[in-house]
């Protein structure tokens, strides 16, 4: 019997060309759907890029810490547990970067198709299972990015920045202080302050 050919040289294998499966898909075989049925998951997985508000997100990539349980119920699958995301930013008082780490509880209930939760509810009410699977991503990212601060802070006393010179305030001695010029003034000190100006110093004097 003539043996079969071999594969040619970079020749991609039927498995390489399927699409990669998403990391985020949960697959609910094991669990089945008997009521009281349990499954504990533990996953890290990598942030998608728009996990974010204006000035502060999830940094692209960065490691998720999934630990869920999973439980049948009649109408679905009760997911249940707790999220740990980094977060990267910017203050909102003195434009510091500003990093951190979110520890947030989660639970939330995806429906059965046909089930009475499911038709009782709005489209975007409620999450589905979907064939044999439920895909977290959705349900994570909502829940980080509803968490995020709209106006992260370095530390809770920040104190900002020096509104004339622009420097960190917290970095300054506490009597840092600018002479205020009555603006009346003003025009007359920038005057006086020219070179040629009857009266102005001579940059050249010491």
Known sequence: ?????????????????????????????????????????????????????????????????????????????????????????????????????????????????????EATSEEDEVRSVEGEHIDLEPMVRDLVVLSLPLAPTCTDDCAGLCVDCGQRLDDLPADHTHEQLDPRWAGLAARLAAPGTPGAADPEEN
Not at 9 to 36: C, I, M, Q
Request: negative net charge.
């Open 1 to 117: 019997m003539p043996a079969a050919p071999l594969p040619r040289s970079g020749a991609a294998s039927p498995d390489a060309r399927r699409p990669a499966a998403n990391p985020w898909s949960v697959d609910l075989r094991e669990l089945g759907r008997r009521a009281g049925s349990m499954h504990e998951l533990e996953r890290s997985l990598p942030a998608p890029a728009d996990w974010r508000v204006e000035l502060i997100g999830v940094p692209e990539g960065a490691p998720v810490a999934l630990r869920l349980r999973l439980e049948s119920v009649m109408e679905g699958v009760l997911v249940s547990g707790e999220v740990d995301v980094p977060v990267a930013g910017s203050c909102a008082r003195c434009l510091e970067p500003v990093e951190d780490t979110l520890e947030l509880d989660v639970q939330e209930l995806f429906a059965y198709p046909g089930s009475t939760t």
